[in-house]
């Protein structure tokens, strides 16, 4: 039987394909995580002539995997570099559609690829909503770092107050986790990010840091599945 959770996050997902992705969409962004088996589920679903024109470019080995086993085309942003939409996941999302990502190590790829959709889209269930960052998710901020610079970096963030930020480390492997992009990932948590702005740039800043998982005035709506069944939608 299908977790209230899962049947959430379908219901979500779904609705947000179903209202976002266009017939005459011809590039596709599709984000990463458990959200998004669904999403691409529901872009299975679609007209499979329409789908036959469309250029589908993922976030992460996991996307690309996804999408390449339903049979749909993959590109990148560097042949892509103008997507029509981008629909992601999210680990946390404010009031203000700020949101935490990168708690599957793929926030770089993520945040490319979101930026250079004209609209961002986030799905999530009803775990992920929150007023403010940092009340739901506390594993803290994602930062992917250059590995040779991460002890460098993590010094830097506890200095900025993050006291228990640390490096991730890999569950099936002896050692970090290393992105699909060969780098390592510091977890910094900051508490209540009442301004995750400022959070953001000044995490940026730091020599070594590679991106950072806060996803600011980026999204333009974000689908919540709730517990009833329900989907809460959120709009700037």
């Known amino acids: 039987m299908t977790s209230l959770i899962e049947q959430a996050k379908q219901k979500a997902a779904y609705q947000a394909v179903d209202e976002h992705v266009l017939p005459t969409h ?8 458990s959200t998004v088996v669904h999403v691409v589920a529901r872009l299975l679903q679609r007209d499979p002539e329409l789908n036959a024109k469309t250029v589908f470019i993922p976030t992460s080995f996991q996307s690309r995997g996804l999408l390449l086993d339903g049979g749909l085309t993959v590109g990148d942003v560097e042949q892509y570099p103008d997507i029509d939409v981008t629909i992601d996941g999210a680990d946390e999302v404010d009031a203000q559609l700020n949101a935490i990502k990168g708690g599957g190590a793929a926030h770089l790829q993520e945040k490319v690829v979101a930026e250079a959709a004209k609209k961002f889209v986030i799905v999530a269930d009803y775990r992920k909503d929150s007023k403010v960052l940092g009340e739901q998710w506390l594993k803290g901020v994602p930062v992917e770092v250059v590995p040779f ?54 995490i ?33």
């Open 26 to 33: 011809r590039v596709i962004g599709v984000g990463s995580g």
């Open 149 to 202: 610079a991460w002890r460098a970096v993590l010094k830097k963030l506890q200095a900025q107050g993050s006291n228990d930020a640390k490096l991730r480390m890999a569950v099936a492997k002896a050692g970090p986790v290393v992105t699909d992009n060969g780098n390592f990932i510091i977890d910094a948590p900051f508490g209540l990010i009442n301004d995750p702005v400022k959070c953001l740039r000044d």
């Open 204 to 236: 940026k800043l730091i020599t070594g840091v590679v991106e950072v998982g806060l996803f600011c005035n980026m999204a333009e709506v974000a689908y919540f599945g709730c517990e009833d069944g329900s989907v809460t939608i959120r709009t700037k």
